[in-house]
C-alpha cells in the first residue's frame, strides 16, 4: 500500500551561485511511501497511518535550511520521513527545482531519491 503526497510547493534558496541564496526560486516536493496501513483501513484513526500535516510540515522545514544541492535537500528529508515514520517500507522523494539557472533554457531539474 502507498501512499502518494504530491507539489508541496515552497520557495526556498538553494542553489551553488550566490544569487540564489538571495532571490530564491520555487521548488516542488513529492514523497510517496510505501506501508502496511491495514490497520488504519478497519480503524479510521490517524495514528494509525502517516499524517499528511506531519509530512507537509517537515517537508517545508528541510526546505527552509539552505543548501547548494537538492540531492542534499532530498536526503534530509528523506532522513525526516524515516525518523518520523519508522513503519516505512519503503520511500521515495523527488524534489523539483523550477527554472534552475543555466545557460540557455531548461524548465526544471528533477532529483528523485528512493530507500
Given amino acids: 500500500?502507498?501512499?502518494?503526497?504530491?507539489?508541496?510547493?515552497?520557495?526556498?534558496?538553494?542553489?551553488c551561485m550566490e544569487e540564489?541564496?538571495?532571490?530564491g526560486q520555487r521548488f516542488s516536493v513529492d514523497?510517496?511511501?510505501?506501508?502496511?496501513?491495514t490497520k488504519a483501513l478497519n480503524s479510521d484513526e490517524l495514528g494509525d497511518?502517516?499524517?499528511?500535516?506531519?509530512?507537509?510540515?517537515l517537508v517545508r522545514e528541510e526546505m527552509a535550511i539552505?543548501?547548494?544541492?537538492?540531492?542534499?535537500?532530498?536526503?534530509?528529508?528523506m532522513k525526516r520521513v524515516k525518523a518520523a515514520y519508522p513503519e516505512v517500507l519503503k520511500s521515495k522523494v523527488a524534489v523539483t527545482k523550477y527554472n534552475p539557472?543555466?545557460?540557455?533554457?531548461?524548465?526544471k531539474a528533477v532529483v528523485i531519491i528512493e530507500e
Fill in 1 to 15: 500500500m502507498k501512499i502518494l503526497i504530491n507539489d508541496i510547493e515552497c520557495y526556498a534558496y538553494h542553489g
Fill in 66 to 77: 539552505r543548501s547548494k544541492l537538492i540531492e542534499h535537500v532530498a536526503g534530509r528529508i
Fill in 20 to 23: 540564489e541564496g538571495k532571490i
Fill in 101 to 107: 539557472p543555466v545557460n540557455g533554457q531548461l524548465g
Fill in 49 to 57: 497511518t502517516a499524517d499528511y500535516v506531519v509530512l507537509h510540515d
Fill in 31 to 37: 514523497l510517496e511511501l510505501e506501508m502496511d496501513f
